[in-house]
């Protein structure tokens, strides 16, 4: 069975500070790994996501995550956060196409001005 | 862009009585998925659905939830009857198959409190 552990429910970052949201994945067979953004009362959004080519995956509004086998991880940074980018985040892990994505629990993101 | 449609966005139901979503995927897109989100967790899986057939309800309580997607393009969640524990937000997501299978489009979302 396939499952995600994200360390941290809520983190807290000033504005223009180094966002680190942490992933770590566990699977049987290699992985198909997202992030997805939730603002208030809406659906999931996808930043990013790996498949198995590129380790350092570019995702939207300057975020990126890194693939790290060893570390079974896939941690999502951001160099500079923005007060826009407060929400929750979550990670999602899958092996195959057309079988359904298994999320973490979240990290909610909160950005101090 | 391209977006699923959810109705209704909110509902308040009192506990025992029916209640039914509604979700129209992207055109084109094949596969449909129902997840339950409570508050403060990640999104479990429902149903999924390749066009009108049921790939996967294991995780679904059948006893009071039903599903359906009869002409393999919107799809249909109900309760009945609704229970306290049932207060989620309920999001309908779909993909394509191919290189975008496990790709998922998200719907704004059904939220539902069950007094």
């Known amino acids: 069975a396939q499952s995600v552990t994200q360390l941290g429910s809520h983190v807290s970052v000033s504005e223009g500070a180094l966002v680190l949201l942490r992933c770590n994945y566990s699977?049987?067979?290699?992985?198909?790994l997202f992030w997805y953004v939730q603002y208030p009362n809406q659906g999931l959004q996808l930043l990013l996501k790996?498949?198995?080519?590129?380790?350092l995956v570019k995702g939207i509004n300057g975020f990126e995550a890194e693939f790290k086998k060893s570390e079974t991880s896939f941690h999502l940074t951001k160099p500079s956060a923005h007060m826009s980018d407060a929400a929750e985040y979550f990670c999602?892990?899958?092996?195959?196409?057309?079988?359904?994505?298994?999320f973490g629990k979240g990290t909610r993101l909160s950005v101090i001005a | 862009e391209a977006e699923v449609a959810q109705s209704p966005r909110y509902k308040i139901t009192e506990k025992s009585q029916a209640v039914a979503f509604w979700c129209d995927p992207i055109?084109?897109?094949?596969?449909l998925y129902w997840y339950r989100q409570i508050l403060g967790q990640g999104p479990e899986l429902l149903v999924q659905?390749?066009?009108?057939?049921?790939?996967?309800d294991s995780q679904l309580p059948k006893d009071r939830f039903s599903a359906e997607r009869l002409k393999g393009v919107d799809s249909t969640l109900k309760i009945q009857p609704a229970e306290l524990g049932d207060s989620a937000m309920y999001l309908c997501?779909?993909?394509?198959?191919?290189?975008?299978?496990?790709?998922?489009?998200f719907g704004a979302g059904s939220r539902l409190t069950v007094l």
């Open positions: 997501a779909s993909s394509s198959v191919g290189a975008g299978a496990n790709v998922l489009t």
């Open positions: 699977s049987s067979v290699p992985p198909y």
């Open positions: 790996y498949t198995s080519a590129a380790t």
């Open positions: 999602a892990v899958t092996h195959s196409g057309n079988t359904p994505l298994v």
């Open positions: 055109s084109g897109h094949a596969t």
């Open positions: 659905f390749q066009d009108e057939s049921v790939v996967d």
